[in-house]
């Protein structure tokens, strides 16, 4: 949060202090030296501690810390609805949060500002510990006059001729990844893409409508999602699961990032799944 020139000041009396250069600077780029590649974790350990070190003093001074929880907007506004209910009944006081996509809600936890996360599956980073909460059943969204809306259930294999619209999950890189393989290796291999921004739903569901694109989402008839995707206009259509595993959602943390309070976060962990589930959506 300051400008260069104090920063490149901070940085070289840093330098000074430990008898070294950090970083090698070139014209276009800057990189860390081998004294700044062996320090760069210490480093990190040490704000981790700083970090841990002001959490204990707040406990402190104002009794139990609040256990705050993000959870990805993404994930089905019925489920999100369910956890907030139930973060509020829990014994111990909570701050939730719904910052943006999963990879977000990592980020928040990876750096200690969250305890717990909601997240999609599979999760991006190693460091996180993941506890599955919810499975739904994968859907497909087409116009009412599409001539698969007349099914009540179809396959994957189905949308290998058509244009399919995966925007859901674009906000999150490592589950888009993941399920454009899923889709070219059963041989779905039109991928479009209906949006450019987060939160593009309505968007989404206009060029699904013009263009008679197939939307491939979870099968949640009570989010958002399944009622913007409803009839008259559009039919939701649950995908068989023998062609298409069902979309997993687990509660993340961050282990390395909680310190004493570990066993007090994974008993909140066992005390949220056992109240909010598991929750199993499907036709």
């Not at 406990?59 to 139990?64: H, L, N, P, R």
């Not at 909601?118 to 994968?138: E, M, T």
Request: aromatic share 6%.
């Amino acid at each position: 949060m300051i400008t260069p020139p104090p920063l490149s000041k901070q940085i070289k009396l840093l330098e000074k202090e430990l008898g070294g250069p950090l970083f090698e600077r070139g014209y276009h780029e800057v990189r860390l030296t081998p004294l700044g590649q062996r320090l760069l974790e210490p480093a990190r350990e040490i704000l981790r501690r700083v970090e841990d070190f002001k959490a204990m003093a707040r406990q402190a001074v104002e009794g139990s810390a609040p256990i705050r929880v993000s959870a990805t907007a993404y994930a089905p506004s019925d489920l999100l609805a369910e956890l907030e209910a139930v973060l509020a009944a829990l014994p111990e006081p909570t701050e939730f949060s719904v910052p943006g996509s999963a990879a977000e809600v990592t980020a928040t936890l990876i750096a200690g500002h969250a305890e717990l996360g909601l997240i999609h599956l599979p999760a991006g980073d190693k460091r996180l510990r993941c506890r599955v909460v919810a499975a739904y059943q994968g859907a497909i969204a087409v116009r009412f006059d599409d001539p698969l809306a007349g099914r009540d259930m179809v396959s994957i294999e189905e949308l290998r001729d058509r244009d399919v619209a995966i925007d859901i999950a674009r906000p999150n890189p490592v589950v888009l990844a993941w399920l454009t393989r899923q889709l070219n290796n059963r041989g779905v291999h039109r991928i479009v893409r209906t949006t450019n921004q987060r939160g593009g739903e309505v968007e989404m569901a206009t060029q699904v409508f013009n263009r008679h694109l197939v939307a491939l989402v979870s099968y949640a008839p009570e989010s958002f999602i399944g009622k913007m995707f409803s009839p008259p206009e559009f039919k939701l259509i649950p995908i068989d699961e023998t062609t298409w595993p069902p979309a997993k959602i687990a509660l993340a943390w961050a282990p390395e990032r909680l310190g004493d309070r570990l066993a007090e976060i994974e008993l909140a962990v066992d005390r949220i799944a056992d109240r909010l589930g598991p929750v199993r959506r499907g036709a």
